[in-house]
């Protein structure tokens, strides 16, 4: 049965047993099963990786089977679900598993993944999907924390507190646990507190930094580079993730020459672009031209030869280069 993540409160955990917990926001999977599972079983948790359950079904079988005096019930969590593992789940149906809990955790899964239609099409299942969490919902996240905790704050602080959390409730529920510590017996929390207190969660992903040029977001693209502290190494890196994503971009230009449809070139493109990138990727192609792309390729070769060859000035060099590019209007 398909469940709604945001239904989650209406449903009593205790009449069911088999979960599938499925989609991108670890950081949400990880607070519901937290709250939900482990708290109810704080000795008897075991967690498994899908991997070794395949490698030893035997083993897996005999453990949640065995009984002792001090279990009678056990939470399971198999992390990194994927289909491999479907024939497995099928043969836990048929088994007496009431006095087991058992949670799959996996990442986005299509429309056809078997593991996802085994658990949507039984009633005595539940399939959540977790999608990413956007800044309306995790800017409602931290407001209702300062308001739990009685302490008055500004949009601004709100604001910072969700840029920093990165799109990741993960990221968010640490930089909460953070300033939770701070605040007692504090009765206000201005912004340089917060600057002090939070971190990035992580670098910027390089492909993100790249998305956030192609697409001429230059407001993202400069955020992205002021955020982080690149190497040597890290510009390479991105020089040639750029390049990759610009080759891309250029055989796209030449598909979409003879179809003359950007969602038919996209969705035809091998290797299959994923679906999230699908609007970035259109995005990018309404930005660029063929003769663009062409040109960038060439400049981008230019340009990793001259920060190989000034090491000292590399990090000056590329986001020179990169913010020109997030910059530029093309014909």
């Keep these: ?45 075991y967690n ?52 087991l809990t058992i949670v799959l955790n996996a990442n986005a899964l299509d429309k056809k993944s078997k593991i996802r239609a085994l658990f949507e099409k039984n009633k005595k299942t539940i399939c959540v999907p977790f999608y990413e969490d956007n800044n309306q919902t995790l800017s409602l996240i931290v407001s209702n924390f300062f308001k739990t905790h009685k302490v008055p704050i500004s949009q601004q602080v709100i604001n910072l507190i969700t840029q920093r959390s990165r799109g990741d409730r993960l990221n968010l529920n640490n930089e909460l646990e953070k300033i939770q510590n701070y605040i007692v017996n504090k009765k206000t929390v201005l912004i340089g507190d917060i600057l002090k207190l939070t971190n990035l969660s992580e670098n910027y992903d390089v492909s993100e ?62 290797p299959p672009i994923f679906w999230k990138e699908k609007d970035t990727v259109k995005k990018q192609l309404e930005s ?37 590019k997030a910059s530029v209007i093309n014909n």
């Design 1 to 45: 049965m398909i469940i709604k993540s945001f239904e989650l409160s209406k449903i009593d955990f205790n009449k069911f047993n088999l979960f599938l917990f499925y989609g991108e926001n670890q950081g949400y999977k990880d607070q519901v099963i937290k709250e939900k599972f482990k708290i109810r079983y704080k000795t008897n948790t």
């Design 209 to 270: 930094l790249i998305d956030s040029c192609l697409s001429k977001n230059k407001k993202k693209t400069i955020n992205i580079l002021n955020e982080n502290n690149y190497s040597l190494d890290d510009c390479i890196l991105i020089i040639r993730t750029l390049l990759l994503k610009s080759k891309r971009l250029n055989k796209l230009f030449k598909i979409l020459k003879e179809t003359n449809n950007i969602d038919s070139t996209i969705s035809n493109y091998k």
């Design 48 to 99: 498994y990786d899908e991997n070794e359950i395949l490698n030893n079904k035997d083993n897996f079988f005999n453990n949640i089977n065995s009984k002792s005096f001090f279990e009678s019930e056990k939470l399971i969590i198999i992390n990194r679900t994927t289909d491999k593992i479907s024939n497995t789940i099928e043969e836990l149906f048929d088994k007496n598993t009431s006095d």
């Design 288 to 324: 660029w031209s063929l003769n663009d792309t062409e040109k960038l390729i060439f400049e981008i070769n230019n340009i990793e030869l001259l920060i190989k060859k000034h090491n000292n000035n590399s990090t000056n060099i590329l986001f020179n280069f990169i913010i020109e």
